[in-house]
């Protein structure tokens, strides 16, 4: 399975994206999705993340209250609904594909990565 993350882009801050991440094949819809971001010179940290069904839903603290994960699995897409923007959420966002069926926080659990999509937040 192949992902391909889209939506990223510059944006003001207090402006807002939408991120899509899209499969290639429908067997995602039985795995946990996530999203992760690198910022430059930081290391690669863990967004949001949405279970097979949709049902649970985990996100980093930085980004709550923010931020809201979804999927349409009649689609096998992901989303990520980026609100209020902030210069310090300038990363290029990955999503992923976790090798079971839950949310994860942790990237050691998810197999399958996405080419990443840049989104710059300006001042």
């Known amino acids: 399975v192949q992902l391909q993350a ?4 510059l944006v003001q801050a207090g402006g807002s994206l939408r991120l899509s991440c899209a499969a290639s094949r429908r067997t995602v819809t039985n795995n946990g999705m996530g999203w992760f971001r690198r910022a430059p010179g930081k290391e690669r ?14 996100y980093a603290d930085f980004v709550k209250g923010r931020f809201t994960i979804s999927r349409d699995n009649a689609k096998t897409t992901v989303n990520l609904q ?16 976790n090798r079971g069926a839950y949310s994860s926080t942790y990237s050691t659990t998810y ?4 080419q990443g999509t840049q989104v710059t937040v300006s001042s």
């Open 82 to 97: 980026m609100n209020s923007l902030k210069p310090e959420d300038t990363a290029v966002y990955y999503c992923a594909a």
């Open 111 to 114: 197999n399958v990565w996405g």
């Open 45 to 58: 940290e863990f967004v949001a993340a949405i279970d097979w069904h949709g049902g649970n839903t985990r």
């Open 6 to 9: 889209s939506g990223g882009g």
